[in-house]
């Protein structure tokens, strides 16, 4: 946890000395719903309720992301 | 964390640009037969319009671009639509769909994009009669055409 | 009672669900209507969900969810000791997402109730883009209080919290892979075993050679998860995702899952999208489980909850989604009809099929094959959006 905290400060403060490799308008493959980890967030959910419920693990299940970040 | 705050800062201040400065010259293939050449268009005021067919908010915004540009065209005023679809016929798909009467400029390759340092998509360069960018927009939400109405006749006197 | 337990506890998984697709935009607005069920191991749960997410302005989105769980039938684990029931689970989620420049800023509130459990939970979770919006870093936590009761016991009052950190960071590694590493610390403190399961202990003075006495676990737990997950698009039109995940908690349960899934639509229209995965799961069991204890009071904790049990679970999972053509769609919105169906299967080591003493009694405690079943979980659903 301590190590991700570093890595995170790390890559906030050294953030705006690296040019984003992939552009705002390089981005159509991303934009694509497919490369969402989940498209249906009530769907997603309850998955995860059902190995939630059935499972001992729990936590980070995730499922944020793609998109074409258009704004 | 100072710099923490610094870069959010940094990040809230960077969401408008101010500028004066000469725009950057390029010439595109258009979907109007010939190709168009930037420089060539001292005198009119020019609404350069960064855009994708996957990109949400700038189908939204086409049919108010298409809007502007009858309205003030008039008054020396053009809405250029530079498209930065990988693959040109998807542009022309969605063009079936939403049909535009502004020139559409195709950078398949993102040449232009890059010149222009397109940081958001959509993305809205205003360039002045002189040929000076003088404002540039990012994104596109419901209402900002009340701002880009009000760029575009505070040009268009000038 | 016994099966919701569980679910009711992870009911702030609800809350917010994704922090948010990435940062400086809102959640897309939407409406779905889903019956969900489960069936398996001698349960069946359905029933609805809804949700619908508005947004008021150009900074802030609202989302509310309405989900019930029915649940009839017995599970193994208190079909030896219990007869079966019904019951019903209602839950109710509320949410709220704001945005300001590239932060998004949301808090959720979820109240699950059912006859002997009531679960809420507050959450508060931030999310902000980094380098042109490559990379989304969120911070989220929550807060759950539950009261539990026993149905048939007015005397039975006890209370639970459960308080969760997570970080996420997302990160575009290039323009068709993007990857995603996620933390959860949750720590859990009070009435934390089901208060109708019962370990089983060698008795000679019964007929079967063993008897039942009740659970009793630790009143705190706390566990860590660590995973990774990217989705990469394929040369031609689909993609895969891979996710990772492991896990341990201060029970001395660990555990591990992957996950393979592929999308493939069949049209650039996204017409049809079909989807298949594979997913495996397996743990080891927590230090006070087991399957038949020595004695009375052997252990000062003690545990027979087959999720407490040394397993594996392998899902196969197939779907299918269907956007209606624009002439039958709704208001002029996106349309889509949706059906995923998912076959798991649970493998226990260590706990044992108690239900074949019910014919003869030849067999030893302790000799009992080792239980397994399969479940079969159904998701359809109506979607809505812009």
Known sequence: MRALMLVCTLVLTTGCTITPWVAPYERQYLADPIMGFEQDPVAARYMNHVYEAREAARGAEGGSGGGCGCN | ?158 | MAVTRLIARSAGLLLLGPLVAVAAVLPEERADVMYHGYSGGGVTIDGPSVLVRKNLGNSLSLSANYYVDMISGASIDVEATASEYSEQRDEFSLGADYLVDKTSISIGYTNSSENDYEAQTLAFGISQGFFGDLSTIGLRVSYGSDDVFRNGDDNFAAEAQHRRYSLSWNQILTQKLIAELSVETVADEGFLNNPYRSVRYLDAASGTGFSYQAEFYPTTRNSDAISVRAKYRLPYRAAIKAEYRRYADSWGIAADNMEFRYTHPLKEQDEWILEGKIRYYQQNNADFYSDLFPYLNATSFRARDKELSNYTTLALGIGVSYELPQRWSLLNRRNTINLYWDHILFDYEDFLDVTVHGGSTSINPGAEPAYSFSANVIRLFWSMRL
């Not at chain 2, 400029?105 to 809205?124: H, I």
Request: charged share 25%; net charge neutral; glycine share 6%.
């Open chain 2, 1 to 158: 964390m100072k710099r923490l705050v610094v870069l959010l800062s940094l990040f809230l201040s960077m969401s408008y640009v101010h500028a004066a400065e000469p725009s950057k010259d390029f010439t595109l293939a258009s979907n109007q037969g010939a190709n168009l050449r930037l420089a060539e268009q001292r005198g009119d005021v020019i609404m350069l319009n960064f855009w994708a067919s996957w990109c949400g908010p700038c189908r939204q915004e086409m049919p108010l671009l298409d809007q502007l540009h009858a309205r003030y065209s008039a008054a020396g005023f053009q809405v250029w639509g530079v498209n930065v679809d990988a693959l040109r016929k998807d542009a022309d798909t969605l063009l079936a769909k939403i049909p535009v009467d502004f020139p559409i400029l195709f950078d398949s390759k993102g040449e232009v994009s890059k010149l222009y340092g397109v940081a958001a998509m959509p993305s809205t360069v205003f360039i002045d009669r002189d040929g000076n960018v003088r404002y540039i927009h990012k994104g596109y939400r419901d209402g900002d055409e009340a701002a880009y109405k009000k760029m575009i006749k505070e040009l268009i006197r000038e």
